[in-house]
């Protein structure tokens, strides 16, 4: 039986992606109208694929950026694939990190960074994080690593958060 090794391409171009081209998270993060998905779609398809547009471009094709920067016709079936699943990766992290931008500690219900473990505990209201890669940052400055190290969880109610 053949074991596939896509994936470690997949990871691979990624990495080409970011250290070679310099298409960082930061990068990435811009592009929050789709457009990494929508390339990785481009390189996945056999075909040109098309989208609806607006008044002046009623139809248009769906790769999001200036032709100079489409390498498809430079490359392999397979290699466009693995491009594409790239494209996809990006997209699909730069969501993640968008969602956790917006992560609440359910303890104290403030916005959380990305410095604590799911064992830390909210110093303002003793309350477990519940992100595994958060931390209050506004009201919690020490977070606890466990529930009896936290002086403030012997007077807190926990039932009121649960």
């Not at 109208?33 to 056999?46: E, F, I, K, M, P």
């Not at 999001?64 to 920067?69: A, D, K, L, R």
Request: aromatic fraction near 12%; charge should be negative; charged fraction near 30%.
């Amino acid at each position: 039986m053949h074991r596939s090794n896509f994936l470690e391409l997949v990871a691979k171009e990624r990495t080409r992606q970011i250290v070679e081209k310099g298409y960082t998270r930061e990068h990435d993060d811009e592009h929050t109208d789709g457009s990494l998905a929508d390339a990785g779609a481009c390189y996945g398809a056999t075909v040109p694929v098309y989208k609806l547009g607006g008044e002046t471009f009623p139809v248009r094709t769906l790769y999001p950026w200036c032709p100079v920067f489409d390498s498809r016709q430079k490359h392999d079936r397979k290699t466009n694939l693995i491009i594409g699943a790239a494209f996809f990766m990006a997209e699909y992290d730069r969501i993640v990190r968008e969602e956790q931008k917006d992560t609440r500690c359910r303890g104290c219900n403030y916005l959380l960074s990305d410095e604590v473990g799911v064992d830390t505990w909210c110093a303002l209201t003793g309350m477990p994080m519940y992100d595994d890669s958060s931390r209050c940052d506004q009201y919690c400055p020490t977070p606890f690593e466990t529930s009896e190290d936290n002086p403030l969880l012997k007077s807190f109610n926990r039932s009121s958060y649960e």
